[in-house]
């Protein structure tokens, strides 16, 4: 089978397409035929080898999927140790859950680490509650929108930023209330102290500000950062706030399956709708870990085996 392999850490082009063996499934295992593989900008971190989560050499990237499960039955899968970068994945069975028929194998491979992990951010770390306020940074990328949709199925009202106007108004699409452009000065000023909760994608440009919006006992759940930043514990202090730190790896399967629970039901009930924004073939994995370190984020890049 095809997939695409690192054999050392670094830029984007250490990923090649090579031919492999096709993985035999371990006891509680099943095989998938990979139909689409979803790119996140974790994989890119992993890929540079300066992330905590450092696979061994070679190894193929991925943690989402969705495709054909081996004996039929369409699925998706969030396979969160790698290898969905392929023709096939094997995966563990409880990582795997039916892919509805309205929803398309793309649209599949958008669901496991975005929608995870929003879940996670909003209701297992942060507590979000129907009638709070909740501000999504970077909103109109895979997680962010998982974040929107999951909060106004909630019943919660959602701030969610974006940098280009045509991801503000696919906020806008998916339910958002208020959509602010991060891009200009003092964005965000007006709403300094009436947040409770804050997604937040990019914590070294954006935690010191997070805190003087926040609401007396507000939370902040730091889904990703990029590097160092000096804040104000002052400021937490003051306001009984607290900052949480989040991996989806350190989740426990209970809480996996809790979260897979809530992706299905808003499947069927129309409130959880993924969003692709762009399919490349897989030999062109290089050039999706490009593009989704870039601004400008909108919906989830997939890879086409």
Not at 57 to 70: Q, R, V
Not at 127 to 147: D, I, K, N, P
Not at 149 to 164: K, N, P, S
């Amino acid at each position: 089978m095809k997939a695409i392999r690192v054999r050392e850490f670094g830029p984007p082009g250490v990923m090649k397409l090579e031919d492999v063996p096709e993985p035999k499934p371990d006891s509680g295992q099943v095989l998938v035929r990979v139909r689409a593989a979803g790119v996140n900008p974790v994989d890119a971190y992993i890929r540079t080898g300066t992330y905590a989560m450092k696979p061994a050499l070679p190894y193929t990237p991925g943690s989402d999927a969705a495709g054909i499960m081996e004996g039929g039955g369409r699925v998706y899968v969030a396979r969160l140790s790698g290898g969905t970068y392929a023709e096939y994945v094997a995966c563990d069975a409880a990582l795997v859950r039916p892919l509805p028929a309205n929803v398309t194998f793309a649209q599949g491979a958008a669901l496991g680490v975005p929608y995870l992990t929003a879940y996670r951010a909003l209701f297992q770390k942060a507590g979000a509650r129907a009638g709070e306020t909740v501000l999504v940074h970077g909103a109109s990328g895979g997680v962010g929108l998982a974040a929107v949709q999951f909060a106004v199925a909630a019943g919660l009202t959602v701030i969610g930023t974006a940098g280009t106007e045509r991801g503000r108004e696919l906020v806008r699409q998916q339910g958002g209330q208020h959509v602010l452009d991060h891009t200009v000065a003092g964005y965000i000023d007006a709403w300094a102290g009436r947040v409770d909760v804050i997604v937040e994608m990019l914590a070294n440009v954006n935690l010191a500000k997070d805190l003087t919006v926040l609401a007396p006992r507000g939370r902040v759940v730091v889904v990703g950062s990029r590097g160092n930043i000096k804040i104000n514990p002052r400021l937490a202090m003051a306001r009984d706030s607290s900052i949480h730190g989040m991996a989806l790896w350190n989740a426990t399967l209970a809480e996996l399956a809790e979260a897979q629970d809530a992706i299905a039901a808003g499947l069927a009930n129309g409130s959880l709708r993924p969003v692709v924004g762009r399919e490349l073939p897989l030999a062109e994995a290089a050039q999706a870990h490009d593009a989704v370190m870039q601004p400008g984020a909108y919906g989830k890049i997939v890879l086409v085996p």
